[in-house]
């Protein structure tokens, strides 16, 4: 595993500062939840109309900023226009922790991650070229949970998928579904968030408003994640995000082997 970069500028040095007060936070995240294993209930019913408008974006999410290019929807943090991409029929989207990056819950900053499987740049390089879209949806609830530490906790994972995207040297556009679900075993569904992988949300936002109206063909698109259920996954709320939209689902030893 990759060591924690040592601080060179203020902002690392500020990220390490707060690691000390981060390890005292809950670290209950769906990524790196081994001990709880979540059945999430299928979501195969109606398509969600988004509504949105361009006011609704914002380029802070609640008290923390966001980097250039960077946008909030709701409870959703996204990157649209990476340079050089383009809207497409055929999606490749991929899950991020576990999947196209090796991260570990003890560790936070923008450099605390590595590539989960070394084949990861040329297959993504290999499907924009062949005219995919790359697309990742990605779960965070420690920029909701972490209220005092909200912005350590943004800069964190927008560094880090800033820093992945310069590593695979292609576009990708990226969503973060910030929301935080309701406890497996509470049945109160009023609080889930739409967002939140297994519910689709996500790519309705991504389909309905931030693919230039092209539809998008089913057969050739897919997804790639993690959690799958197995015995020995931490959820199963990627196979289940699969499900709900009707895509093609692939774990990740199985598309990048
Ligand atoms: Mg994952």
Same mark, same amino acid.
């Given at each position: 595993?990759?060591?924690?970069?040592?601080?060179?500028? *203020?902002?690392?040095? *500020?990220?390490?500062?707060?690691?000390?007060?981060?390890?005292?936070?809950?670290?209950?995240?769906?990524? =790196?939840?081994? *001990?709880?294993?979540?059945?999430?209930?299928?979501?195969?019913?109606?398509?969600?109309?988004?509504?949105?408008?361009?006011?609704?974006?914002?380029?802070?999410?609640?008290?923390?900023?966001?980097?250039?290019?960077?946008?909030? $929807?709701?409870?959703?943090?996204?990157?649209?226009?990476?340079?050089?991409?383009?809207?497409?029929?055929?999606?490749?989207? $991929?899950?991020?922790?576990?999947?196209?990056?090796?991260?570990?819950?003890?560790?936070?900053?923008?450099?605390?991650?590595?590539?989960? =499987?070394?084949?990861?740049?040329? @297959?993504?390089?290999?499907?924009?070229?062949?005219?995919?879209?790359?697309?990742?949806?990605?779960?965070?609830?420690?920029?909701?949970?972490?209220?005092?530490?909200?912005?350590?906790?943004?800069?964190?994972?927008?560094?880090?998928?800033?820093?992945?995207?310069?590593?695979? @040297?292609?576009?990708?556009?990226?969503?973060?579904?910030?929301?935080?679900?309701?406890?497996?075993?509470?049945?109160?569904?009023?609080?889930?968030?739409?967002?939140? @992988?297994? *519910?689709?949300?996500?790519?309705?936002?991504?389909?309905? =408003? $931030?693919?230039?109206?092209?539809?998008?063909?089913?057969?050739?698109?897919?997804?790639?994640?993690?959690?799958?259920?197995?015995?020995?996954?931490?959820?199963?709320?990627?196979?289940? $995000?699969?499900?709900?939209?009707?895509?093609?689902?692939?774990?990740?030893?199985?598309?990048?082997?």
């Amino acid at each position: 595993m990759e060591a924690f970069h040592a601080p060179n500028d *203020k902002s690392e040095e *500020k990220v390490l500062n707060a690691i000390e007060d981060v390890q005292n936070e809950p670290q209950e995240t769906e990524e =790196h939840d081994s *001990k709880r294993f979540k059945l999430c209930t299928p979501d195969i019913k109606a398509v969600v109309n988004i509504k949105f408008s361009v006011s609704d974006v914002k380029s802070n999410y609640r008290d923390a900023t966001l980097l250039p290019k960077w946008k909030a $929807f709701q409870t959703v943090i996204f990157l649209e226009r990476d340079d050089g991409l383009y809207d497409s029929s055929k999606i490749a989207a $991929f899950d991020f922790d576990g999947c196209l990056a090796n991260t570990d819950v003890k560790r936070v900053g923008e450099n605390a991650w590595s590539l989960m =499987h070394s084949s990861i740049p040329d @297959k993504l390089q290999s499907l924009y070229n062949d005219g995919y879209k790359l697309v990742i949806f990605t779960n965070e609830s420690n920029i909701e949970r972490w209220k005092n530490k909200r912005q350590v906790a943004v800069d964190s994972k927008i560094g880090r998928l800033n820093n992945f995207i310069e590593k695979v @040297k292609v576009p990708v556009q990226v969503y973060i579904a910030c929301g935080v679900g309701s406890k497996s075993g509470k049945a109160d569904k009023k609080e889930d968030d739409p967002f939140r @992988k297994p *519910k689709p949300g996500m790519w309705h936002l991504m389909e309905q =408003h $931030f693919n230039s109206g092209i539809a998008i063909d089913m057969d050739q698109s897919f997804y790639v994640g993690d959690a799958a259920g197995r015995e020995s996954d931490h959820s199963d709320a990627d196979i289940k $995000f699969a499900e709900a939209i009707g895509l093609k689902f692939y774990v990740p030893e199985e598309y990048f082997a």
